[in-house]
Each structure stands twice: as C-alpha cells, then as structure tokens.
Nanobody, 118 residues
Framework: VQLQASGGGLVQAGGSLRLSCAVS????????MAWYRQAPGKERDVVAI???????TYADFVKGRFTISRDSAKNKLYLQMNSLTPEDTAVYYC?????????????WGKGTLVTVSS
C-alpha cells in the first residue's frame, strides 16, 4: 500500500481546505486510516481516524471543524478542514494500518503542508 497526500497550501484564518490522500496497492489489507499532523517543533498528533463500520473519531482540537471521509470507489481518503486557525498550521500526513498476514503494519504517506495566516 502506498499513500500520497495532497491539497495543502496557504489559507487565511477562517478559511477552508480539503486534503486528499490517494491510496494505491492492496487496499483490501487496510484496517484503519487516519490523518496526523506535525507542527514545527512539536510531536506528530493524530487528527482523525476512520475505519469500516465505526464512527470516525477526532482530536478535541478539531472537533466540529474537520471531517474525515473515505471514498473506497476512488481509493481516496479526505480531510475537510473548516474554520482554520493559525494553530492548525502543520504538515499533515495520511496513515494506514494494513494487515500483512498476522502482522499489522503502519504505512505513512508524504506530508502536505498547511499554512494558516492570521
């Protein structure tokens, strides 16, 4: 499985962006997908998680503003981000946990930079 995130850019505070993550490879091995972010000088944090049959979960700092979704037909993962603030500035990464036999493997895509100006 390979992941490729896109859609980042510069946006003013209060604006919106939609990130996309293209998924290729053995998509049927995917258990869970998520978006993470890493701000300058900070650790990488989970933003939102989605898995089949379960309600998406969100970090408290994005609840009510961000929406994660997955289009299996297009092999895409999305993150709709609304009401952006400068604190949302970070590199955003898509992530998947895949099943490889009896093992669970983490797959990371290259990040996409989101910059929110005040």
């Amino acid at each position: 499985v390979q992941l490729q995130a896109s859609g980042g850019g510069l946006v003013q505070a209060g604006g919106s962006l939609r990130l996309s993550c293209a998924v290729s490879g053995d998509i049927f091995s995917i258990n869970i997908m998520a978006w993470y972010r890493q701000a300058p000088g900070k650790e990488r944090d989970v933003v939102a998680i989605i898995s089949d049959g379960a309600r998406p979960t969100y970090a408290d700092f994005v609840k009510g503003r961000f929406t994660i979704s997955r289009d299996s037909a297009k092999n895409k993962l999305y993150l709709q981000m609304n009401s952006l603030t400068p604190e949302d500035t970070a590199v955003y990464y898509c992530w998947a946990e895949i099943q490889d036999g009896d093992d669970r493997v983490d797959i990371w895509g290259k990040g996409t930079l989101v910059t929110v100006s005040s």
